[in-house]
């Protein structure tokens, strides 16, 4: 499989944005901290009733948002683990298949995870790390027995916006190939149950989804020419990011 890689990753540069915010709170709460205790006496670090307030205005609002910042960067290291295993498993696939991860286009909400091409056409894969029982009745969603919202509208809205997206680039295509492009939820985490009916995108877990494309490609069977041709189109248009590609020769950049 040959794997693209388009600039750095927006979960990644998500991750430090939360890094870079937690060791900021970090520093107000020892700031904080260091006003309330400061005992020296008279001059500038007696601790007047002003200074005591401001340590403790600090203190508060570090440990105020300390806890959110935590919880979504575990959210999102957790999913960046997920999207890591995806390629990992996809990386058996042979060069006819062409991964391309963090897609961001104007059409769709946020990023893409992986849009796969190859035999099995063109496929939007998003990546869920969730443990416990999970439940889908077609756009009704629930995990470990509560309500969630409907986790495959955005990769339903992605694999829209990707048909779109490529068939204004190839009109030639869009009543063959890009009739119809695949969505697929995959659940990474090893202690998840999924049961999915009438589900709008295909919902498996991580130990399903390669026999999941072998299937699809057993029923698109996709020229490696096309998906080269698409899969450089995708690429390519991701400016002003660079786009590298492992394990084949094509390399695109701004």
């Known amino acids: 499989m040959r794997l693209v890689r388009v600039g750095e990753s927006y979960e990644e540069r998500r991750e430090q ?26 001059g500038l670090c007696h601790p007047t009733l002003l200074r005591l307030a401001v340590g403790l205005a600090a203190i508060v609002i570090a440990l105020w948002l300390g806890r959110p910042v935590t919880r979504l960067l575990r959210r999102v ?12 498993l996809l990386g058996g696939l042979g060069d006819d298949y062409w991964l391309v991860n963090d897609v ?11 849009v796969l091409i190859g035999p099995c056409g063109v496929v939007v894969i998003e990546t869920k790390r969730l443990a416990g029982q999970i439940r889908c009745w077609g756009h009704n969603w629930s ?32 009543a063959s190939v890009l009739r ?67 394990g084949g020769a094509v390399t695109s950049a701004s």
């Not at 961001?104 to 992986?114: F, M, P, S």
């Not at 029923?219 to 002003?240: D, E, F, I, N, V």
């Open 104 to 114: 961001t286009l104007g059409l769709a909400r946020g990023a893409i995870d992986h």
């Open 180 to 246: 119809w492009v695949e969505s697929i939820v995959v659940f990474t985490h090893p202690l998840c149950h999924v049961e999915a009916s009438d589900a709008p995108a295909t919902v498996v877990r991580y130990s399903q989804l390669y026999q999941v494309v072998v299937e699809l490609s057993r029923k698109h069977r996709l020229a490696p020419t096309t998906a080269s041709q698409l899969a450089q189109t995708l690429a390519t248009s991701q400016r002003p990011r660079a786009a590298a590609v492992e």
């Open 143 to 174: 995990v470990n027995g509560s309500r969630r919202a409907d986790i495959s509208q955005h990769v339903n809205s992605a694999a829209c916006a990707i048909r779109y997206f490529l068939s204004e680039r190839h009109p030639e295509l869009a």
């Open 17 to 42: 944005r939360l890094w870079a915010a937690l060791v900021g709170l970090i520093g107000l709460g020892i700031a904080g901290i260091a006003l309330v205790v400061c005992d020296a006496g008279g």
């Open 77 to 88: 290291r957790r999913g960046r683990r997920g999207e890591r295993l995806v390629a990992d």
